[in-house]
């Protein structure tokens, strides 16, 4: 072992390893289990919390962008640090506001992709709706945390509330500071 140390937010240990034949390095992580998180479906139903589930979702979404593996994987920790934070249960559309903060902070055509398919879209008002509503949240600054206070039930925080249904051409987004991307032909 090269290295060991606790990661961001606090429920695994990092570990950097050095193969003794070739030299070649690799990382593992060892997280705490202690409480099973719990899902809460929109139709009732609980289910285990799973991790695995949830990073291929924002995998799928950040498909063809340039988003790092590890920033997803760092994103699925912080929400499940969250879930933890909040009693071991949360709600799926709560989970779902999560990663959608999450990947705005990251790349908001992702964000978009993701809420696409979060969201059940019923007509290209909602979905132009929902990019005017990302297109206002931007991303949060360096010094906030991307994932925290917020949510569906949090209309006062980072998310600014439920997604807006209004009709209407969408706006522009701001993908970093120094490029603009048009949005407004899709």
Do not use: W
């Not at 908001?108 to 979905?127: H, K, N």
């Amino acid at each position: 072992m090269v290295d060991s140390r606790p990661v961001d937010p606090g429920d695994a240990i990092r570990r950097r390893r050095e193969c003794h034949r070739c030299g070649a390095r690799f990382t593992s992580y060892e997280r705490v289990e202690d409480v099973p998180l719990m899902v809460r479906k929109r139709d009732g139903s609980r289910e285990p919390f799973d991790r695995g589930k949830l990073l291929g979702g924002l995998l799928r979404a950040a498909t063809k962008r340039p988003v790092q593996v590890q920033d997803l994987d760092g994103v699925v920790d912080t929400i499940a640090a969250a879930v933890r934070r909040g009693g071991g249960e949360a709600d799926a559309e709560r989970i779902g506001e999560l990663a959608l903060r999450g990947l705005i902070s990251l790349d908001g055509v992702a964000a978009i992709r993701f809420a696409s398919v979060y969201r059940r879209f019923e007509d290209l008002s909602e979905f132009a709706g929902e990019l005017e509503r990302i297109a206002a949240m931007g991303r949060p600054a360096s010094d906030q945390l991307a994932l925290e206070g917020a949510g569906p039930s949090d209309p006062e925080g980072m998310l600014g509330g439920p997604p807006s249904r209004s009709a209407g051409g969408a706006k522009n987004i701001t993908r970093s500071p120094r490029r603009r991307t048009n949005a407004g032909h899709a």
